[in-house]
């Protein structure tokens, strides 16, 4: 079956924690994105990778980073320099113009 | 302005009932335009892209006006199933999101 998974699908940490969480997809996509949701809002881009090595802040990275170092694999880490790090985060993927494919998310609280 | 805006809802119609969305957006140079489903706690999911010249499938349609720079999704025959947020979406060089409309369908 090709896809995004995205694990876990709930995460607890604690205050001052880096967590990462992963995202792997099996589309044989080029592009992989991280969003954020918080609730009753919209999705907002925390990072992008176009390619293998190279990828580019989105509109709220501050307190996130990221790593491609294979195609199939977009980890985000959420460091502790994040100040409000609860929230829906979301993985998705898409080849050059297409449709954009989601993962079913992890849910990430922070205590 | 914002980049893509959506009236938040709730939309709340019977069964049966045909409920017409608008969605906004500000960059003239967007390229394509998309309809996702997001149901309570889920990944959102492509609902259908949005055509130049509207485009149609099953009780769904979507329609563009590139100079208003406007989008509409018109869902007629209104199903209990229907019941999610409905995402508009924007593309240039990512995808933008819009915060979503929330179609409540009851019996």
């Known amino acids: 079956d090709g896809g995004i998974t995205q694990s876990p699908k709930y995460l607890f940490r604690k205050e001052g924690q880096n967590v990462t969480l992963s995202c792997e997809q099996n589309?044989?996509?080029?592009?992989m994105y991280w969003y954020r949701q918080d609730p009753g809002q919209g999705l907002r881009l925390i990072y992008y990778?176009?390619?293998?090595?190279?990828?580019q802040k989105g509109d709220i990275a501050e307190g996130y980073s990221v790593s491609r170092e294979k195609k199939e694999s977009f980890p985000l880490t959420v460091t502790s320099a994040q100040k409000n790090p609860t929230a829906f985060y979301l993985c998705?993927?898409?080849?050059?113009?297409?449709?954009?494919?989601f993962g079913p998310g992890t849910r990430l609280t922070v205590l | 302005r914002k980049e893509v805006e959506q009236d938040p809802g709730p939309f709340n119609v019977p069964e049966g009932a045909t409920v017409a969305f608008n969605c906004t957006y500000s960059?003239?140079?967007?390229?394509?335009f998309f309809w996702y489903r997001q149901d309570c706690r889920k990944e959102p999911k492509l609902l259908m892209s949005?055509?130049?010249s509207g485009n149609e499938d099953g009780r769904f349609t979507a329609q563009l006006n590139r100079a208003s720079q406007y989008i509409s999704l018109l869902i007629r025959d209104s199903k209990l199933s229907d019941s999610a947020t409905y995402l508009c979406?924007?593309?240039?060089?990512?995808?933008?999101f819009g915060k979503g409309t929330m179609l409540l369908v009851s019996p």
């Open positions: 949005v055509y130049s």
């Open positions: 990778s176009q390619i293998v090595n190279d990828f």
């Open positions: 998705a993927s898409r080849p050059s113009m297409g449709e954009q494919f």
């Open positions: 589309l044989n996509h080029d592009a």
């Open positions: 960059n003239s140079a967007s390229q394509s």
């Open positions: 979406v924007v593309n240039l060089f990512t995808l933008t």
